[in-house]
Every structure is written in structure tokens, then in C-alpha cells.
């Protein structure tokens, strides 16, 4: 017996996404409705899991998207397991439709292999957006005419593209379908 197929991602509803890069003392986040950053900031991780209910409920949001640590064969310190700790609090506070994302799945969702540094996963975000600000980086902008990255910067980088690559792959959105 064969089970149909689930149904095709809705690309004129563009889900309301939570993009999080959790760190052992303070995580970055975004919220993304594709073609439009909403919201983002970076703050400890104490005061950003209190916020996560308000947030959800201030952005209508539809799923968390938060980054998953990967182990390479690595020894690995404390701060990575404070890292993961954290992760699994803001799901368990979000208590909501989620998805835990490897950065490597992220580097492979924007098209880029797995070898791809930081700069390089930062500009194919980047090419998400339209260039309206000011400046020679008008996806970035200037103070006096912002673009729509204005202020994006370090982990909130990483949090923009957690989301964007999420946004981009229906594939990973149809195995989620019928949770949202």
C-alpha cells in the first residue's frame, strides 16, 4: 500500500520562521518571512528563553529553525555541551513545531559545499535579499539609507542563514507539512 504524497509546499504563503545560532552564553536569532528579515537580535541566553513565548505569539511564528552541533571527530569542550544544553532548553520552551538543522545541511540547502567558509555562506544569504540601501554594500546599507541587512552581523549571520536555507529546501518543509 502506497501513502500519498504530502501536499506541495505553499509558495504564495511564506511560512513566518524562527532562524536560532545557539552559543553557551548568548544565541542570535532572526525572524524571516522570505523576501523579508522581520526581526533579529543577539542576546543572552537566559533573557532570549523567556522572550521565545512572546516572540512566537509578537510574530506569528511558525517553526523554529535551530542549529544542531555536529561532532567531527573533534575533541570537544565544555562550551560546546553548554551550547547544546541551551539548544535543547529553547526547544523545549518553544514547545512548537521545530527542525534541527546541521550547518552543513545549511551550506548545502544555499547551494554551497560542505567545505564553504563563513564569508561565503554570509554572501549567498545575502543574495536573498534586494540591494536598496546605500553605500557600496547596498544589501547591507549605510546608517542614513539602510538595506534590508542593516545591522547584520557575527552570529546573527549564522541565524539568517539557519532560516534562508530552511526557507529553501521544500524538501525538509514537506516532511513538516503536517505539523504547521
Same mark, same amino acid.
Given at each position: 500500500?502506497? +501513502?500519498?504524497?504530502?501536499?506541495?509546499?505553499?509558495?504564495? #504563503?511564506? @511560512?513566518?520562521?524562527?532562524?536560532? *545560532?545557539?552559543?553557551?552564553? $548568548?544565541?542570535?536569532?532572526?525572524?524571516?518571512?522570505?523576501?523579508?528579515?522581520?526581526?533579529?537580535?543577539?542576546? +543572552?541566553?537566559?533573557?532570549?528563553?523567556?522572550?521565545?513565548? #512572546?516572540? @512566537?505569539?509578537?510574530?506569528?511564528? *511558525?517553526?523554529?529553525?535551530? $542549529?544542531?552541533?555536529?561532532?567531527?571527530?573533534?575533541?570537544?569542550?565544555?562550551?560546546?555541551?553548554?551550547?547544546?544544553?541551551?539548544?535543547?532548553?529553547?526547544?523545549?520552551?518553544?514547545?512548537?513545531?521545530?527542525?534541527?538543522?546541521?550547518?552543513?545541511?545549511?551550506?548545502?540547502?544555499?547551494?554551497?559545499?560542505?567545505?564553504?567558509?563563513?564569508?561565503?555562506?554570509?554572501?549567498?544569504?545575502?543574495?536573498?535579499?534586494?540591494?536598496?540601501?546605500?553605500?557600496?554594500?547596498?544589501?547591507?546599507?549605510?546608517?542614513?539609507?539602510?538595506?534590508?541587512?542593516?545591522?547584520?552581523?557575527?552570529?546573527?549571520?549564522?541565524?539568517?542563514?539557519?532560516?534562508?536555507?530552511?526557507?529553501?529546501?521544500?524538501?525538509?518543509?514537506?516532511?513538516?507539512?503536517?505539523?504547521?
Amino acid at each position: 500500500m502506497t +501513502l500519498p504524497l504530502p501536499p506541495k509546499v505553499n509558495r504564495n #504563503k511564506r @511560512r513566518i520562521i524562527l532562524g536560532v *545560532d545557539p552559543g553557551n552564553v $548568548e544565541s542570535a536569532w532572526v525572524v524571516f518571512q522570505h523576501p523579508k528579515l522581520v526581526a533579529k537580535g543577539l542576546e +543572552l541566553n537566559s533573557d532570549f528563553l523567556r522572550r521565545i513565548p #512572546k516572540m @512566537r505569539a509578537m510574530y506569528n511564528i *511558525d517553526i523554529m529553525v535551530i $542549529e544542531r552541533i555536529a561532532n567531527y571527530g573533534d575533541i570537544v569542550g565544555a562550551t560546546i555541551f553548554d551550547t547544546e544544553h541551551w539548544a535543547g532548553r529553547f526547544v523545549e520552551r518553544w514547545d512548537f513545531t521545530h527542525y534541527r538543522i546541521y550547518r552543513r545541511d545549511v551550506k548545502k540547502y544555499l547551494g554551497l559545499g560542505p567545505n564553504t567558509k563563513d564569508a561565503q555562506v554570509n554572501k549567498a544569504t545575502a543574495d536573498h535579499f534586494e540591494p536598496y540601501g546605500g553605500g557600496k554594500n547596498p544589501v547591507k546599507g549605510i546608517q542614513k539609507q539602510p538595506g534590508p541587512l542593516f545591522g547584520v552581523k557575527d552570529d546573527i549571520w549564522a541565524a539568517l542563514a539557519i532560516a534562508v536555507g530552511y526557507d529553501d529546501n521544500e524538501e525538509v518543509q514537506q516532511r513538516f507539512i503536517g505539523h504547521l
